[in-house]
């Protein structure tokens, strides 16, 4: 596939790129990038030309290239991952144009969480001749809804604008004892369904009886940790007061649920859970059992032993040893995630949502608590994908702020700006980045 010559780099019409098209260079387009500088940590997620038209709310199509993408904004990196069914295995002559780009992550879980054995073995096969490949890459691995368990889909504990209280009942077929209730709050896709203030009460001789009042946190897979009696009880209910919904669901839902004693979770076959949703397919019977963290693994598109079998495959030679790469985003931040992130060598950190963006540190602080000392990639939208619309600009220049100073300070390995295929879009934030990467590429780390 050419190249683009940065003689004949973008002429702008229309909001549509026109390209000139010349042979490929046989040098790195940044050879001179001295390992110590900002520019030399910066990364662009690379998609195939055309990958988002007509999606994302984007405003016109594309027709830039990964390559063009990073020779655009001047960033020597790049996360190449498969879009789709494209490129198309074998990679083998679509990836000869890379042989310049100075790092490479390639992706063996493409965009959307899908992968195959056939196609890490390939990659695999692909980093053998391609030494500047350093990284096998998972995107969109873990599945987005429910991390703490019980399927993306299971969050409901109730229809759209419910009459309160929500409640939701277990009851046991003999007393039992716990002293702790946990409780991870709905993780559903759009941000809604996710209840705030609560009431847990306890079923003694067949009366309820309130025992403690809390308010789960507004952030999807939050855990909150509520304090029992630790006597025998008959049951526990959760009331649901009110909600965070601030479009059409106002509604309630939670993705986990477990009982604890003395730190140990509590087992009782034959609970009875009922909630006041009578949606076919969205029981909660599940969710005693989503929260049981260390039987549970949670939705991801490689399991804890097929990341055991591809770490094998890491080392080339006595020399080289491939990183193993994966995308997280602020909203899965939930202990379930650990034990595939222990096998992950370095973590492309993602926000989605505009309160992540806006609060970039406290999540980032969450992020931390949970994943402490992984090398870690912050990375930097460039559209506003949760909202299909763009990205305002000062929440632009928060993230990459924040991205340098974090940098700088040692927090971070780099940044990676998201994706190629929109730098011909005449975006404002892509010119900001464009501007930005200019003025800071430079400066030492």
Known sequence: M?????????????????????????????ASVSADTVRNRLWILGHVEGAYDNQWGLPVSSRMTPL???EYLGIPNIVMVRYGDKPAMPFDDYARQYSGTKKLMWSIVGAGGGTSREEQDHVVELAKKMPNITTLFMDDFFHDGDIAGGGAEKNWLAYNKPRFPVILSLHFPAPAVADEMELAQSNWRTGDYR???????????GSWNEVVRGTLENRGGAVTTLKLPGCPVEGVRIRFFGTYDTTEAKSVGLSGLRLLNDHQDVKIPGVRIESTSTIPGYEPAGLLKSMSLEEFEPPASCSLGDLREIRKN???????RLDLGVSLYMSQLNPAICKHLDLCDVIALWSSKTDEFANLKDHFAKYRQLVPHKRTLLGIAMWDFGSRKPLPMDLMRKQCETGLKWLKEGQIEGMVFLASNICDMKIEAVEYAKQWIAEHGGEPV
């Open 68 to 70: 063009q993408g990073a």
């Open 195 to 205: 209840g705030s203030d609560i009431a847990v009460d306890v079923l003694t001789d």
């Open 2 to 30: 050419n190249d683009l010559s940065r003689r004949h780099f973008l002429q702008y019409g229309g909001g549509l790129a026109v390209v000139a098209m010349v042979p490929r260079a046989e040098v790195p387009l940044f």
């Open 314 to 320: 890491l080392t080339l030679s006595e020399e080289r």
